[in-house]
């Protein structure tokens, strides 16, 4: 090595366009006859009078002298070894000793790493990537890494540096992976990439793989330690690994963070430790108003979500996103949860209590397109590097996004790894899948001439189809005992099947066309109902195709689409028990269930990303007794096994009879796993009442009435079967037994054999006999 540095490469630092700082700056030896006698040191200091170089162990100090620029500096030091020396630097009346970043090689990021990362197989990419606080030898700091394959040069920028790209100038590795260990920097640095293209544009960069951002409007990423919360939950994760999620009852409530409920903005909001903080995020169109933290959120929410019964909890994406309006789907921050409500401390801390509560945590995911702010993914380097450059690939019009080149390994990498993310450090339980039939086909929403065909001229987009296969492949691989579901609207088949038969390998499918089929089945006059039997029926006919998941979701009460009390027909008593029959025939019906927030209490007005839930109507009874109602059909749902234990076999569920439409009454049988118990559901959709209504059951003996909709109790007529009925020797719908009914109006009711009481009278028979 030369003690001299050719001019030429001075200006490369100084107009920041080296792509290797390490070359130029840092410590260098200069061997003499094989052996290592001096150091040449470099340091590029903008803003620098002067800087000389400090050797703590030996306490000398070397002064640095400018070299083809006031502030290019470089000294030579007589030594054989050189390690941990620092730099004095004296900016006018300030005068500071540093850590020399050039100093420090990072061994954080390896060889191999590169290679699974190009591969698309770096399963724990953000461990690699990002900002991470490290000790390299014997001094702590922060690793940098950034993957921007196009770009010219990377900086790092922060306060630490007065946001100027010119000192931390990142070096290429192996793949377009630029990398920087800044000594004694600490976690809550907040930071940004600063990345210029080979055309001289600079663009300002938020972390892909930051863990914590600023607060909305900002944009800034936050050095953030991910591993120091102890967690709680030891026998719920264990549990989880053993048990079947499909054989257990999986109610969720499906909810959004910003909008289920403010504080006020002059409530201070509790911190770990004890202290209070003045004021959190204020609502720009609520005055007056605060978002809950994830915290406070623990304390009010779960506790909520438990008396209702509900075993999941469904939170709208936590990722950072930068408009509220949104509700989370246009993601800037994959790996960061929102900073609206707290730090990724305290996410853990809410999962954790809902483990310590029994309540599971779902969380949406949207890895099928991303806004296009400035500061996020979009022509991240310069290039379109995680989207398609081709428009009819790589925008969806409609929303105004981009949508991810999954045929690129480095971006299917990032997503892969971000899934097993949420799992890893967050420990969630699952995960729904935002808009899959968007990123199944090539032509979504989108007019002729502008979308491109794949490979053989289809409509399917099989990079992703083979992307999502991955990611559920990877995920039971890693996570037994989760669930994965799809938001998939169309036939593509076997969405909800293992991928080693060829399915997607989701466990879990959204049922949309039965959400549209009762939609419009109990918005018409009870009248016409008998028109149109089929809506209540035709779902049975597909049911075991998939593992269906029946969600009434937060699409079908927003934009102009009324909520759901606000859709039924008839007087306010008719509404509130169409209510309550569609909500008993969901539960009653094969699959799992979602409900949106504000559906238990029966809120009139459309959901509001802006405001609260009307709150206020529980003062009505009415609502508190549709809310009580709620509870106790998810309480008959998890305690009776013969409703979900056997739900995409159809083996579970057997008609008695479907065809009575005069009536427009439906009458089933619900099995549990090996048919050891069931239930008989029979359900009237209109206003009249029936007396003597007979339906055919399997087994002579008594029937309990578990469970009546039209209860008094929950603001119905109070009609029923007084506790429950015995089967008469009568055969009917095919069955050697039947029961002779009552049926309430629009009502569902539940009966199920009483094996004790039936087995008393068995032998008081047998011993009058």
Known sequence: MSITIAPDQVDRIVWNQHDDPFQVLGAHPIEENGKVKRWVVRAYLPNADTASVILPEQRQEFPMESVHNPHFFQCTIDIEELANYQLRVKEGDRDRVIYDPYAFRSPKLTDFDIHLFSEGNHHRIYEKLGAHPLEVNGVQGVYFAVWAPNARNVSILGNFNHWDGRKHQMAKRGNGVWELFIPDLNVGEHYKYEIKNYEGHIYEKSDPYGFQQEVRPKTASIVTELDSYTWNDSEWMEHRRHTDPLTQPISVYECHLGSWLHASASEPAQLPNGETEPMVVVSELKPGARFLTYRELAHKLIPYVKDL????????????????????????????????????????????????????????WVPGHFPKDGHGLAFFDGTHLYEHADPRKGEHKEWGT????????????????????????????????????????????????????????????????????????????????????????????????PTYVGGLGFNLKWNMGWMHDMLDYFSMDPWFRQFHQNNVTFSIWYHHSENFMLALSHDEVVHGKSNIIGKMPGDRWQKFANVRCLFSYMFAHPGKKTLFMSMEFAQWSEWNVWGDLEWHLLQYEPHQQLKQFMSDLNRLYCSTPALYSQDFGEEGFEWIDCSDNRHSVVSFIRWSKDREDFVVVVCNFTPQ?????????????????????????????????????????????????????????????????????????????????
């Open 689 to 769: 009442p029936h007396s003597h209504y007979r339906v055919g059951v399997p087994v002579h003996g008594f029937y309990n009435e578990i469970f009546n909709s039209d209860s008094r109790d929950y603001g119905g007529s109070n009609m029923g079967n007084l506790g429950g009925k015995w089967a008469d020797e009568w055969w009917f719908h095919g069955r050697p037994y039947s029961l002779d009914l009552c049926l309430p109006p629009l009502s569902v009711s539940v009966f199920q054999l009483d094996k004790e009481k039936t087995e008393e009278a068995r032998k008081a028979w047998m011993n009058q006999s």
């Open 402 to 497: 981009l949508v991810f080149n999954y045929n690129r390994n480095e971006v299917r990498n990032f997503l892969v790894a971000n899934a097993l993310f949420w799992f890893d450090k967050y420990h969630i339980d699952g995960m729904r899948v935002d808009a899959v039939a968007s990123m199944l086909y090539l032509d979504y929403f989108r007019k002729e001439g502008e979308w491109v065909t794949n490979q053989y001229g289809g409509r399917e987009n099989l990079e992703a189809a083979d992307f999502l296969r991955q990611v559920n492949n990877l995920l039971f691989s890693y996570y037994p005992g989760v669930l994965s579901i799809a938001e998939e609207s169309t036939s593509w088949p076997m969405v909800s099947w």
């Open 309 to 364: 019964g509900f075993t999941h909890v469904e939170l709208l994406p936590v990722a950072e996103h930068p408009f509220d309006g949104s509700w989370g789907y246009q993601v800037t921050g994959y790996y960061a949860p929102t900073s609206r409500y707290g730090t990724p401390e305290d996410f853990m801390y809410f999962v954790d209590q809902c483990h310590q509560n029994g309540i599971g945590v779902l969380v949406d």
